[in-house]
């Protein structure tokens, strides 16, 4: 093969590995936020990842997070979330309640999968 | 006694000079045998002719890979196969980036974890992206392994066998504990790092980007890694160490053994498991062997290379956000 038909198939495939792994258009939502009694619900579907991506939610109002999950046996299901020092791995099925707490103004909350490829994030404002 | 200083072709690795200097001490006609690594030379000292001693050597050696002759060989233009392995590499890369990221794998399997289920989930993990750390781990160890020494296909044996019992007995122990223990995520996040760094530096090996300056470290290192490599209890452990490594599905069946509450179902449970992914895992590692003896060797082995480099980095990052070390980058 020649050399420079090589470097241009080599940038190609490494822009496609670009756009598979790091991009992903992740649009705000607060679509799966909810008030119930005064507690504020996030919801999250795990599995094969995590959605929605990126949750907006409101500050200054106690914060559950609700994981959803069916039939989720890949990553998503071990589930880390650094600032409240959560790990856990969830039940293959079902919704689990998790409390992150009141979140500040601009303050941030993100989930990972124990093996760092997946994650989610909730935008407090 | 003459002296002959010979040429020798295929020393890829530093531990390729006591390996001939082993076999070339065990024959009684030789004497005082000396290989340079640099010149791709061997000194000897022999009562025979030098065509004979030629064709006796090299009969001798040819399970190795290693070839004497007079003159130096005229060494095949390899540069150029790096150019031919970087797009293949990466393109099976792309590919398996692509698989993950199509949703193909999130087969939904609904009710209770059984010995069939836990079969099928084996089959899935091997290809998604535990196949980032378990598969690339196991494909560059082969590899390298074969790379080193040809139909050594007994390592690769004892490593699956090791595998196959250490996740028989450990879920067996997962199942009799109950919730007594759970297993660590920062402790499997370390050990996913560990073997992600020993894939980065075998990725590069194979490659060649290491290969390039052999370093001639004391010959006694290199025999003590040389015992390590052909111990039957290395693979055997590195099998068994493979229950600890990150892979999300593998977590999850440790769960469901967990909570299985007994020893059998637990046992049955993770040995199904470990079935299932055997399929895939072994091909990676007799794939590698049998390659090793075809003629695309060095392009096998180069974009082997590059797969296992590329996954590397990727467990790497992936581990390190893990951890919380880095923000997350990846996003599959």
């Known amino acids: 093969m020649n050399k420079s038909v090589s470097i241009i198939l080599t940038l190609g495939i490494l822009a496609v590995i670009g756009i598979f792994t790091i991009g992903g258009g992740s649009t705000p939502t607060d679509n799966n936020v909810e008030i119930r009694d005064g507690i504020q619900y996030v919801k999250i579907d795990a599995k094969g990842g995590y959605l929605p991506r990126v949750s907006l939610a409101q500050a200054g109002i106690p914060t559950k997070l609700v994981m959803n999950t069916s039939s989720t046996f890949d990553c998503s299901s071990a589930l880390v979330i650094k600032k409240i020092n959560y790990q856990n791995i969830l039940p293959q099925d079902g919704e689990t309640e998790i409390d992150i707490g009141i979140g500040e103004p601009g303050e941030v909350v993100d989930g990972l999968c124990s093996m760092g490829m997946y994650n989610f994030e909730i935008r407090f404002d | ?332």
């Open chain 2, 1 to 332: 006694m003459n002296k002959y200083t010979l040429h020798v072709s295929g020393t890829h690795c530093a531990s390729c000079k006591i390996l001939i200097e082993d076999i070339l001490g065990e024959q009684d006609f030789i004497k005082n045998s000396e290989v340079n690594l640099k010149k791709e030379t061997v000194f000897l000292e022999s009562d025979k002719g030098i065509d004979e001693l030629i064709e006796v050597l090299n009969e001798k050696i040819q399970n190795h890979k290693y070839v004497f002759s007079r003159e130096k060989n005229v060494a095949k233009p390899t540069d150029d196969i790096i150019w031919r392995a970087l797009p293949l590499g990466l393109g099976v890369l792309a590919l398996f980036f692509f698989l993950q990221k199509s949703g193909v794998l999130n087969i939904g399997i609904g009710g209770g974890v059984t010995a069939t289920t836990s079969f099928i989930i084996g089959l899935i993990a091997s290809v998604s992206t535990c196949l980032a750390i378990v598969g690339g781990l196991v494909l560059s160890l082969s590899a390298k392994i074969s790379e080193d020494n040809v139909s050594d296909t007994k390592t690769f044996t004892l490593f699956h066998l090791g595998r196959l019992v250490s996740f028989a007995l450990l879920g067996g122990v997962l199942g009799t504990a109950g919730g007594a223990i759970g297993i660590n995520f920062t402790l499997t996040a370390i050990l996913g790092l560990v073997s992600a760094f020993i894939m980065l530096l075998l990725g590069l090996n194979l490659v060649g980007v290491l290969a390039k300056n052999k370093i001639a470290l004391p010959s006694g290192i290199f025999k003590f890694f040389r015992n390590i490599e052909h111990k039957t209890l290395t693979p055997l452990i590195v099998g068994f160490a493979t229950f600890f490594l990150p892979c999300g599905f593998t977590q999850s069946m440790q769960v469901s053994a967990l909570s299985s509450g007994s020893f059998v179902s637990g046992m049955i449970i993770m040995l199904a498991f470990a079935l299932g992914t055997l399929p895939m895992l072994a091909l990676l590692s007799f794939g590698s062997a049998s390659f090793a003896n075809s003629r695309h060797a060095p392009l096998f082995f180069k974009s082997a290379g590059v797969v296992v480099i590329g996954l590397g980095l990727f467990a790497i990052l992936s581990g390190l956000a893990g951890l919380g070390i880095i923000s997350p980058i990846f996003n599959i």
